[in-house]
T-cell receptor
Framework: TQLLEQSPQFLSIQEGENLTVYCNSS?????LQWYRQEPGEGPVLLVT?????EVKKLKRLTFQFGDARKDSSLHITAAQPGDTGLYLC????????FGTGTSLTVIP | DAGVIQSPRHEVTEMGQEVTLRCKPI?????LFWYRQTMMRGLELLIY????????DSGMPEDRFSAKMPNASFSTLKIQPSEPRDSAVYFC????????????FGPGTRLTVL
């Protein structure tokens, strides 16, 4: 059973464009995490959100946790080729369940 | 700090052979996770340990899969016998239980079963 649905599945954009990817579930989370995975490597944690409505910024990346703590979004401003990778959301807590992922390609 | 270490990085084997994947977690971390990643199913949790004790192995696909953690610095994931559908990238991750919830992933083992 997929607990976390991410969209879009694939995204290819030009350098300098903005984009938003989504993570949705029918369940309420105590916390939600976003990871980025580059080819040939393991996922690396970007951020953890805990409070409904919370917004966190990491340079050009903005993460938002839905008010009901069932969904989250990741917005990237002025994308760069270094942002290319697989973006995964994950449910935190005692166990970790990962979303289906969004594969982002930023074309120079 | 060395990070999570996995070996081998790549493994190619024939159907029916035994495969053993190895993981050394970050020193001081007392939780260890094994994941499998494929294009079709994404990143799936197979099993996790707290203080060397298996807590939940409900993600282990079949009896052909087994995992052990004999001490705090070493874990193995074994597949016997291996099948082509086991081909995937297997990740090990560790974290400090009761800490920040941050998992640190190893580089993965890419397994190909012919």
């Amino acid at each position: 059973t997929q607990l976390l649905e991410q969209s879009p599945q694939f995204l290819s954009i030009q350098e300098g464009e903005n984009l938003t990817v989504y993570c949705n579930s029918s369940s309420v989370f105590s916390s939600l995490q976003w990871y980025r995975q580059e080819p040939g490597e393991g996922p690396v944690l970007l951020v953890t959100v805990v409070t409904g409505g919370e917004v966190k910024k990491l340079k050009r990346l903005t993460f938002q946790f839905g008010d009901a703590r069932k969904d989250s979004s990741l917005h990237i401003t002025a994308a760069q080729p270094g942002d290319t990778g697989l973006y995964l959301c994950a449910r935190g807590g005692n166990q970790f369940y990962f979303g289906t992922g969004t594969s982002l390609t930023v074309i120079p | 700090d060395a990070g999570v270490i996995q070996s081998p990085r790549h493994e190619v084997t024939e159907m029916g052979q035994e495969v053993t994947l190895r993981c050394k977690p970050i020193s001081g971390h007392n939780s260890l996770f094994w994941y499998r990643q494929t294009m079709m199913r994404g990143l799936e949790l197979l099993i996790y340990f707290n203080n060397n004790v298996p807590i939940d192995d409900s993600g282990m696909p079949e009896d052909r899969f087994s995992a052990k953690m004999p001490n705090a610095s070493f874990s193995t994931l074994k597949i016997q016998p291996s099948e082509p559908r086991d081909s995937a990238v297997y990740f090990c991750a560790s974290r400090e239980w009761g800490g920040t919830d941050t998992q640190y992933f190893g580089p993965g083992t890419r397994l190909t079963v012919l």
